[in-house]
């Protein structure tokens, strides 16, 4: 079946640190990629999505680019703020069925002033 | 502008008692789904509906069943709850094509079984 693997957190950084959080994933096809962030006590939100190779996903200072010959879809962001302090989740849907969606374990960013 | 709602926000069961959550979304989405939240394991799909009278079981059905007589409300039923179902439940919705759309997700439901 699909999976998705996330880097083990939980992260901290200073503020204005560079940030990577590793995604890499397993499915047949070609999925479609997304990254979600979650703040206490809510629901998830979009964070940025890609829907093929090579694709470059943006928003908020963060990127992810979608690459197939490696598996990944890693989140970075070149300075972080306090307010970025979340829990991350990469998920995947397949193309062969849109309703079984697959998300990482989660990774969980502090930020610190 | 309400999007995806869940209800309630909090529950505490004792065990063997029955629930249903509820889920209302009013963006016209053809698919819905439930998932679960455990600490260290992400979410896991537990049945989604690709429209009205269409449902299909997810990553870990056991326990759980689902309806969605109207396309707008798709409800997760516990027939016995058991402290094992202890989890944070979310509610998503995504229009038709999920591949290229993105889903929006409910506040969650936080239950307890005693």
């Known amino acids: 079946g699909n999976s998705v693997t996330q880097m083990e957190g939980p992260v901290t950084l200073s503020e204005e640190a560079f940030l990577t959080i590793n995604c890499t994933y397993t499915?047949?096809?070609?999925?479609?990629l997304f990254w979600y962030v979650q703040y206490p006590g809510e629901g998830l939100q979009l964070l940025l999505k890609?829907?093929?190779?090579?694709d470059k996903g943006s928003n908020k200072g963060f990127e992810a680019t979608y690459r197939k010959e490696t598996t990944s879809f890693h989140l970075e962001k070149g300075s972080v703020q306090v307010s970025d302090s979340a829990v991350y989740f990469c998920?995947?849907?397949?193309?062969?069925?849109?309703?079984?969606?697959?998300f990482g374990d989660g990774t969980t960013l502090t930020v610190k002033p | 502008n309400a999007g995806v709602t869940q209800t309630p926000k909090f529950q505490v069961l004792k065990t063997g008692q029955s629930m249903t959550l509820q889920c209302a979304q009013d963006?016209?989405?053809?698919?819905m789904s439930w998932y679960r939240q455990d600490p260290g394991m992400g979410l896991r799909l537990i049945h989604y509906s690709v429209g009205a009278g269409i449902t299909d079981q997810g990553e870990v059905p056991n326990g759980y069943n689902v309806s969605r007589l109207k396309k707008q409300n798709f409800l997760l039923g516990l027939e016995s709850a058991a402290p094992s179902q202890t989890s944070v439940y979310f509610c998503?919705?995504?229009?038709?094509?999920?591949?290229?759309?993105?889903?929006?997700f409910g506040q969650g439901t936080r239950l307890t079984v005693v």
């Open positions: 499915a047949t096809g070609y999925p479609s």
């Open positions: 998920a995947l849907i397949p193309n062969t069925n849109a309703g079984k969606s697959t």
């Open positions: 998503a919705s995504s229009s038709l094509g999920g591949a290229r759309s993105e889903a929006f």
């Open positions: 890609a829907t093929k190779a090579d």
């Open positions: 963006m016209n989405h053809e698919y």
